[in-house]
């Protein structure tokens, strides 16, 4: 009853899987592990036909075989809850790389402008000041004594400064340089950014004021900024003075009326001076990211300033030519445009999101899953055993390890040396492998996905190094998403097939890795040879080419043998 | 091979549930390629399928299982609940069986996802009314009870598909802004990957270290 099951299962596909594989392949989907004619090698077949209601009614039955027990592990798989699968590191550490960036204003301002700078730092400039802008209330009063002398001592010398260069651009733009504009608004941009700055820590102070001493008096607040709104008025030309006023008001008034708690005032202020102090501390390395942006953007392709300097007519015997700038710039469009356009293939050749994409992360992500929970029932059984027992039972397990152990490589076999025999050998040599593993697994994709390769190499049309070599990441990811795939239906097919014999299926799984790491590197060979016809002066490309293709290769091999360790306690408790 | 524009920020990890031949497989071939497979082969385990969706503006990839239904793949398919954002919970609205066994699969879902896992319950196949064996009511009805979304779709058809993957991905994607699910829990079944350009929305509390693994 029991073999007679599982056959009966895979013959009621039988009868539809041919019409609609092409569709399926499309999704890369991995269900149709039928049957198909190239391994309709043994085993007698039922009739087929068997109704999806028929199939249904012989299997309920089986249900109850052996199989409960699976969810003994049930509680426990919401206690291991907290492990994290480690196979989705890449996003992971995305996600990890949010996490550190948001530690810190001022890490995260470094860094990312850093990074940005590199590609389009104009705007990004602009960005920053913006996102800092939407602070409302700018002219909050800063209400104790100490700080308020740092801020002010340190303020105005930036502003002074950045303000001095903003005027002496705008006055030079009015020379007519279409270029000046650009100039001019990183430094409005640069004036703007300090000025939310000032704001924001003297906002930072109040707050902390206002939380640590409870709210001011309301009547006291509106008559602030009746006074606020006065100083305001009289002084119309800038932050700076603003900011004074500010200061200046508010100061006589918190050490009078403002704080009618005077036993607090010391305490306060105390606690204060040190928050303010860090307040400004951080402001401090704000600053100075913002000064050495500037100079950065100043510099941006134009290093020793010595263009901007004849922009501003600081050197006036050397006059730029306005062709030349515009050429200059164009360049630098064109040169940002081929660095996006990089960035962009970078991520096409990327094998690890070229594995995803080909699902085959996913599958391993399955398998992994399947795994753990397996060995969550091999402890538990081997908890209820007997001490003498459970020496039995990991003397098993050990014996069912050693039969995966990998043997040497036996480089005996020749490979036919013609291409168009390579893709059947493929499938030949995995057939033989597995043939006592007593699961029929699909072997087409793989196979066809080889040869696919293999007549797009010999298609005899002009390829350039960079499209072989595009195409071997591509296909070195895919063959290892297809052979993750495999070990994953494997997996679940074991653990559903009723009899089973772990010696003959562990061999199976072993016989098989060998068959598909040497595939991966007969694959990256196969594009590295193409690599070396390649007429091109470009020799140093395609050492660097076929070096990453061998390291991708060597990529493919080490998640081959990792799922099939992976499918290794999924061999052994068909042995407990 | 889904090559896809990589600068999605989310990936929410969705199962697919319910008995043998109530077209699970079919929905999603539906909601991925919007084609119907008439002779869907069944299912050996799991499968996935994937499809880049926006919500509110952000770009987010489900990242579908699709699980065997037959009796037998039971105990497999039930190590891949874990880490679910979203389960639907499928039955034929033709064959009542299916209909009855949904507390089964109910139970099976709350045992084994988290409390924040949205379960979005679809009676297929609902261009069959003339064959129908379960009313409208009654597995509203179902559904409220337990606190479940619902909808009748068709996979032939492709009516309320769409809606049943969308409106399932709206609730996770609230729950995230309500906080009722932690981004940082290795179980939320969301992943959150920011997009190359520009910064993530919100950001996530930097609370990994609390981790207790």
Not at chain 1, 190 to 204: D, F
Not at chain 1, 523 to 534: D, H, M, P, S, V
Not at chain 2, 156 to 176: C, D, H, M, P, R
Request: with cysteine; charged share 30%.
């Amino acid at each position: 009853m029991a073999t007679s099951d599982s056959e009966d299962f895979e013959s009621a596909d039988e009868g539809q899987n041919t019409p609609i594989k092409k569709d399926r392949k499309e999704r890369l989907s991995s269900s149709n592990y039928t049957e198909n004619s190239r391994e309709l090698d043994h085993k007698t077949k039922k009739t087929q036909s068997s109704s999806t209601d028929t199939v249904k009614n012989k299997e309920e039955p089986k249900s109850s075989d052996g199989w409960d027990d699976f969810d003994i592990g049930d509680d426990e798989i919401l206690v291991a809850q907290n492990a994290v699968p480690s196979n989705t590191h890449v996003l992971q550490s995305n996600k990890n790389e949010t996490i550190d960036s948001n530690y810190s204003q001022d890490k995260t301002t470094k860094k990312s402008e850093e990074t940005k700078s590199k590609d389009t730092g104009w705007d990004d400039f602009d960005d920053w000041g913006q996102d800092d802008n939407t602070i409302e209330d700018p002219y909050k009063p800063i209400q104790t004594q100490p700080t308020r002398q740092e801020t002010k001592s340190i303020y105005p010398d930036i502003q002074e400064v950045t303000e001095k260069l903003a005027n002496t651009t705008t006055t030079s733009t009015t020379g007519g340089w279409g270029w000046g504009w650009s100039v001019d608004s990183i430094l409005t941009t640069a004036t703007a950014g300090i000025s939310t700055l000032t704001n924001q820590v003297s906002q930072g102070i109040s707050t902390v004021l206002e939380t640590s001493i409870g709210a001011p008096d309301p009547e006291e607040l509106a008559r602030q900024t009746a006074k606020e709104k006065e100083a305001k008025a009289n002084s119309p030309d800038g932050l700076e003075s603003n900011i004074n006023t500010n200061n200046d008001k508010v100061d006589p008034k918190s050490t009078s009326d403002a704080f009618p708690f005077r036993g607090l005032i010391s305490e306060v202020t105390k606690f204060v001076e040190t928050t303010g102090t860090k307040v400004i501390s951080g402001g401090l390395g704000t600053l100075e990211t913002i000064g050495k942006k500037t100079m950065e953007v100043l510099q941006d392709g134009d290093p020793g300033l010595a263009k901007k300097r004849a922009l501003l007519g600081l050197a006036p015997d050397e006059k730029p030519v306005l062709s030349q700038i515009l050429r200059e710039a164009k360049a630098k469009a064109d040169e940002d445009d081929r660095i996006r356009e990089e960035k962009k293939e970078a991520k096409e050749v990327h094998y690890e999101n070229l594995f995803d994409d080909f699902e085959g992360l996913v599958h391993l992500e399955a398998l992994e899953m399947l795994s753990r929970q397996v060995n969550m029932r091999i402890e538990e059984r081997m908890r209820g055993l007997s001490p003498e027992k459970r020496q039995d039972l990991k003397e098993t397990l050990q014996q069912v390890a050693e039969l995966c152990e990998m043997p040497e490589d036996d480089e005996d076999d020749n490979d036919p040396s013609e291409d168009t025999f390579k893709s059947e050998a493929f499938h030949e040599r995995l057939q033989t492998a597995t043939q006592d593993l007593g699961l029929k697994l699909q072997f087409q994709p793989i196979v066809k996905q080889y040869t696919e390769a293999i007549d797009w190499l010999s298609s005899g049309g002009e390829l350039t190094e960079k499209q072989v070599y595009k195409r071997a990441v591509a296909s070195l990811a895919q063959a290892t998403a297809l052979s993750v795939e495999l070990y994953h239906k494997a997996g679940e097919m074991l653990l559903v097939k009723p009899r089973r014999s772990t010696a003959d299926e562990a061999d199976a799984l072993t016989q098989m890795t060998a068959v598909l790491t040497k595939h991966v590197s007969e694959l990256a060979t196969l594009f590295t040879e193409k690599l070396n016809e390649l007429q091109t002066e470009n020799t140093e490309q395609i050492h660097n080419y076929i070096t990453n293709i061998f390291l991708e290769a060597g990529n493919s091999s080490t998640y081959i043998q990792n799922a099939f360790q992976l499918a290794l306690p999924i061999l052994q408790i068909g042995a407990v | 091979m889904t090559s896809g524009p990589y600068n999605y920020s989310y990936i929410f990890k969705y199962i697919i549930i319910g008995d043998m031949g109530v077209g699970k497989s079919c929905l999603l071939h539906q909601f991925t390629d919007k084609k119907f497979m008439a002779d869907c082969p069944h299912t050996i385990g799991v499968e996935f399928g994937t499809r880049i969706i926006e919500v509110a503006g952000q770009k987010i990839k489900l990242q579908i299982w699709d699980t065997a239904g037959q009796e037998r793949f039971r105990a497999v398919t039930r190590s891949y609940y874990r880490g679910a954002a979203g389960a639907l919970m499928v039955y034929d609205i033709t064959r009542r069986s299916t209909y009855n066994h949904l507390s089964s699969w109910l139970t099976d879902t709350r045992n084994l996802t988290n409390p924040s896992t949205v379960i979005f319950l679809i009676g297929n196949k609902s261009d069959l009314d003339a064959q129908r064996d379960v009313t409208y009511e009654e597995a509203k009805q179902f559904a409220d009870e337990n606190g479940l979304m619902f909808v009748e779709a068709s996979a032939k058809t492709g009516q309320n598909v769409e809606e049943a993957f969308l409106e399932t991905a709206k609730k996770i994607y609230q729950s995230i802004q309500d906080g009722r699910l932690d981004l940082n829990a290795a179980e939320s079944g969301v992943q959150h990957k920011p997009a190359s350009p520009g910064r993530p929305l919100a950001a996530p509390p930097s609370s990994r270290d609390n981790c207790a693994c």
